[in-house]
């Protein structure tokens, strides 16, 4: 996996200067072009899925509570699925390993729609979860490998592609259900033409290898040490994420009293600035830093909370529940890249992150609704609120000095290394500076906010 230290700006990596600026290689700016390619099938994946969760029930006869514990099957196939990730790697290199499971993970979409019932449901709905997190942890260890090739911040946008994926996925999927074609038709067709378009998406991303010798991770490993703090900032945002996802409809007719064309507008407004946040979110990092990024955005997600949590009327509502999108946007994909600067195993320091906010997903949901039957939602979004002042006191965790040296990785870029190398070595001390750090990397992507 990606090594934090190999390969930032040097005269292997670039194609010539501009300026005195170093410019990216050509097999960078295509592996840049190719992940992003990437990022956007998975998303997808998600945004078909979604559309096709009320034919599930109904086929299925399930009730309320049988969807939603049969919808906690992907985010556990994911957690027990992501720490296994650095091992494939280790044993097949990034380019094989991802375009193995991207390719799988497209054609698991298929599986729910040919469920029998719901026992076999939940088997197929633990199959997608555990192929879209292991997809999961590679897409981001590959990004996190382009964007210090690249000397600069790509996270936020391949995480905001994502977010595009998910809105054609769904945008396809709404005028599939408007014309009446069954999902039995509809979601392995879908997952057909997905997996085609995923192997021609991988072709250019880096082919990261272990070093010669190298110890091969363990099959299965909890997140080290190194990953527990950053996924903890991670996991503020990504509960953030979950209530805003799931809870923001309800909140506005149940609290403020709005109507449903409102509620939903509520919901679009989250998902909408959230989605352009992140793709402008790599210039706001270049330009201000990735503490300063994290904190400015730890502020205006206090301030949206505050306004839903002080909302008396539904315009109020749907302005804070905007604001705590555009706040959270970008800090997933900066811990992503945080993770891949740390430790000396950063595939495993971004499946423990990935792990964490997979989880907290999970749970978001079910803790907002929890405390707001015991008590009531305004509540529940105090809580959410006091998450993002979190953001905003801790952000200095996701500072580029603060993750220990890695250990180099041998790569063999697309159609050739930089320079014909083949073999990178591990430059000097981080240069620092947002132009040159990493920036970037989802929230549990598609199973929680993605269903996510």
């Not at 097999?27 to 994946?45: I, L, N």
């Not at 469920?115 to 590959?142: E, K, R, S």
């Not at 923001?248 to 946040?277: D, K, N, P, Q, W």
């Not at 900066?334 to 595939?347: C, D, E, H, V, Y």
């Amino acid at each position: 996996m990606p090594s934090s230290r190999s390969s930032r700006r040097g005269p292997s990596d670039s194609a010539g200067h501009k300026s005195g600026i170093a410019l990216p290689s050509p097999d960078v700016r295509r592996a840049r072009r190719s992940v992003g390619a990437v990022f956007t099938v998975h998303g997808a994946v998600t945004g078909c899925f979604a559309t096709r969760i009320p034919w599930i029930q109904e086929h299925l006869g399930l009730s309320t509570g049988q969807l939603g514990l049969a919808l906690a099957f992907p985010a556990i196939g994911a957690a027990v699925a992501m720490p296994m990730a650095g091992r494939i790697v280790h044993r097949w290199g990034a380019r094989a390993a991802l375009r193995t499971l991207l390719v799988l993970w497209c054609l698991a979409l298929a599986l729910p729609a040919l469920a029998p019932h719901p026992i076999a449901l939940c088997a197929a709905l633990a199959i997608f979860g555990a192929t879209a997190g292991m997809a999961d942890v590679v897409m981001n260890a590959q990004g996190v490998e382009v964007e210090e090739r690249y000397g600069r911040s790509i996270m936020s946008g391949l995480h905001g592609l994502w977010s595009v994926g998910a809105l054609i996925g769904s945008a396809v999927g709404v005028a599939v259900v408007h014309l009446g074609v069954d999902a039995r038709i509809h979601l392995p067709a879908a997952s057909l033409a997905l997996a085609v378009l995923a192997r021609f998406a991988v072709r250019g991303v880096l082919d990261v290898r272990a070093k010669p010798g190298e110890t091969a991770p363990p099959r299965f490993t909890l997140p080290p040490r190194s990953a527990l703090l950053i996924g903890a900032i991670g996991m503020c945002a990504v509960f953030g994420e979950g209530a805003g996802m799931d809870w923001s409809g309800v909140y506005l007719r149940e609290v403020t009293g709005s109507s449903e064309t409102v509620a939903a507008a509520g919901y679009t407004g989250f998902a909408c600035t959230m989605a352009i946040a992140r793709l402008l979110g790599d210039s706001v990092v270049r330009r201000m830093g990735v503490v300063r990024t994290v904190r400015a955005g730890g502020l205006l997600a206090t301030a949206g909370g505050a306004l839903v949590v002080v909302a008396p009327v539904p315009a109020v509502g749907v302005a804070g529940f905007a604001l705590l999108g555009v706040g959270i946007a970008v800090v997933v994909p900066l811990t992503f890249a945080a993770a891949g600067r740390s430790g000396a195993q950063p595939a495993r320091a971004i499946a423990g992150v990935a792990t964490i906010t997979y989880t907290t997903g999970l749970v978001a949901p079910a803790v907002i609704g929890m405390l707001g039957e015991v008590s009531s939602l305004r509540l529940s979004f105090a809580l959410v609120t006091g998450a993002a002042v979190v953001l905003f006191l801790c952000a200095g965790v996701l500072a580029p000095g603060r993750q220990g040296p890695a250990g180099g990785t041998s790569v063999t870029g697309g159609a050739g290394a930089a320079g014909g190398a083949g073999v990178v070595p591990a430059s000097g001390p981080d240069p620092g500076g947002a132009a040159a750090s990493v920036g970037g990397g989802h929230a549990a992507h598609g199973l929680g906010e993605h269903g996510r």
